[in-house]
């Protein structure tokens, strides 16, 4: 398993001085101010117009039926949430799931720690499940999505919370410690590691040639195919073929699909792939009805806002001294996870935190590592959450 602590270097965009990492950014301008402002107003009118389409596909076991919960945000969209109320004394664990995922993406860590008197919040984050599913990829921006997660544990009265995040759950949670520092005690970061304030400031062509320079290849390509009209469509069409290629058993695939037009093609020719083992049919089968009822359409949002500059204008209203993490992390590194490249080396410009307080830890896992490898993800995230001294 060649399970490591270690330490990551600075990169160029950061220095490190008093055994914390700095990351500089630029000052927001008045204009990305103005934009701001309008794209709220514009939210705050549309928001509440948007489809109200949701289905009912609670998880079962080991989802207690009886306490899942639905909240009215403050912007008026539904979140519909996994919630067990913590033990005197135990912390609650947020997790956040990322795409084509729902709240069921957590069974095997909710198992285990439900048991445990740990508080538990799981939502089914926006655009899928039984939460609203709105059509425009503004509402999908970080500001307002954390913002929404605020408002749920203001609802819940949780004065703050451990995050425990994977895919695009961990920008969100990156935009947490950024919005939201004092809520939150720690985070976890499982495959996606830290996204800095500054990410999305590179144009997303430019990203792309960078990769190809340093990796060989363009691996956030398919962003383009699944930003673009009727990729929802298209994955729809091919749904088997999609969740196959989704949690392919043979991840160096992802290689060949990942150039620019590649995955479109890979789905319109129904290329045979295989899916890995530990999703079992019966699960399969619960995650791939969730889409069949609540679509794909919103949930591909969460592309819009990162191939085209929506998060980018909107991270710039991070405030500067929160760019830096000042609590503990914990980063899960899925070594056969060709497209987040997640191997502590890819990683080093990514995760910021001091080092005093952050673990790392490496799995031999393709991209969907807390299904992949429930027992060893539970028993480092336990480890790590009851070294933190709550
Ligand atoms: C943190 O890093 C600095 C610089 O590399 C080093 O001097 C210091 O001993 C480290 N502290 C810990 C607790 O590892
Ligand atoms: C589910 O939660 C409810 C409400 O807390 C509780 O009464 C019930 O015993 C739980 N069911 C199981 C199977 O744990
Ligand atoms: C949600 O809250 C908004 C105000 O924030 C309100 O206008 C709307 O009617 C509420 N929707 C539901 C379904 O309760
Ligand atoms: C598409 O499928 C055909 C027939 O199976 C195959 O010959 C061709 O190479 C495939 N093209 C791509 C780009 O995968």
Redesign the pocket.
């Known amino acids: 398993m060649g399970l490591k602590n270690r330490?990551l270097a600075s990169t160029p965009s950061a220095f490190?001085e008093d055994?914390a990492v700095y990351i500089y950014l630029s000052a927001p301008t008045s204009s990305s101010m103005l934009f701001q402002a309008l794209s709220s107003l514009l939210l705050a009118l549309t928001a509440s117009a948007s489809p109200a389409l949701l289905p009912r596909v609670d998880a079962p076991a080991p989802f207690n039926s009886s306490l899942f919960k639905d909240f009215n945000v403050s912007r008026g969209l539904n979140y519909h949430y996994y919630a067990v109320p913590a033990d005197t004394g135990k912390p609650t664990l947020l997790f956040l799931h990322g795409f084509p995922s729902t709240s069921y993406d957590w069974r095997h860590q909710v198992a285990f720690f439900q048991d445990k008197g740990y508080g538990l919040l799981v939502p089914d984050m926006l655009g899928y499940g039984g939460t609203s599913k709105p059509l425009d990829p503004q509402h999908y921006v970080s500001s307002l999505v954390t913002r929404d997660i605020v408002n749920i544990l203001d609802a819940e009265g949780i004065d703050q919370a451990v995050v425990v995040s994977h895919d695009w759950g961990s920008k969100t949670a990156s935009r947490l410690a950024n919005y939201f520092p004092e809520r939150f005690l720690a985070y976890a970061f499982l495959v996606v590691g830290y996204t800095t304030p500054d990410y999305f400031a590179t144009p997303f062509e430019e990203r792309l040639s960078l990769d190809k320079a340093v990796l060989g290849y363009e691996r956030f390509a398919y962003w383009n195919f699944m930003a673009s009209k009727g990729a929802d469509q298209l994955i729809m069409n091919n749904f088997d073929s999609f969740w196959n290629t989704t949690f392919q058993n043979d991840t160096t695939k992802t290689i060949t699909s990942s150039p620019l037009g590649a995955l479109e093609v890979f789905f319109r020719n129904d290329t045979a792939v295989f899916a890995a083992d530990y999703v079992t049919p019966e699960e399969r089968a619960i995650q791939m009805e969730a889409f069949r009822q609540g679509g794909i359409v919103a949930p591909l949002n969460w592309y819009k806002v990162a191939r085209y500059p929506y998060e980018q204008q909107d991270d710039k209203s991070i405030p500067h001294k929160n760019a830096l993490i000042r609590s503990p992390i914990f980063f899960g590194a899925a070594l056969r996870d060709y497209i987040t490249a997640s191997a502590p080396v890819y990683m080093a410009g990514a995760l910021v935190a001091?080092?005093?307080t952050a673990t790392i830890r490496e799995y031999n896992s393709d991209h969907w590592l807390q299904m992949a490898l429930p027992d060893q993800v539970n028993g480092d995230l336990l480890e790590w959450i009851e070294g933190l001294g709550l």
């Open positions: 330490i490190v055994h001091s080092n005093y």
